[in-house]
């Protein structure tokens, strides 16, 4: 029961701020290991389809999910900090 009050006590909820650096940081990250994954897939998948065009779809991929991500944190603690502040 205690653990469930510290667990669900907004007061002392942390904010992870995330500065610009950081941000294209991690883009960049997300770019680079893209990039790596698509060269591992062209040399050794045993795709019967065109492994190019399968390939090149990687690096869209991984950006799309990395800026959905972080918007969706973006957005949760901009909620959190609105709502709870008013507590």
Not at 20 to 25: A, D, L, Q
Not at 54 to 61: D, E, K, Q, S
Request: proline residues 1%.
């Amino acid at each position: 029961s205690n653990f469930m009050q510290e667990f669900f006590d907004f007061a002392n909820l942390q904010v992870v701020n995330t500065t610009v650096s950081e941000f294209i940081i991690g883009l960049m990250l997300v770019i680079f290991v893209s990039l790596i994954t698509r060269e591992i897939y062209i040399r050794f998948s045993n795709s019967v389809s065109n492994k190019r065009i399968i390939a090149n779809i990687f690096p869209l991929f991984s950006i799309s999910i990395f800026l959905i991500v972080t918007a969706y944190i973006f957005i949760i603690t901009w909620f959190f900090l609105v709502i709870f502040s008013r507590v």
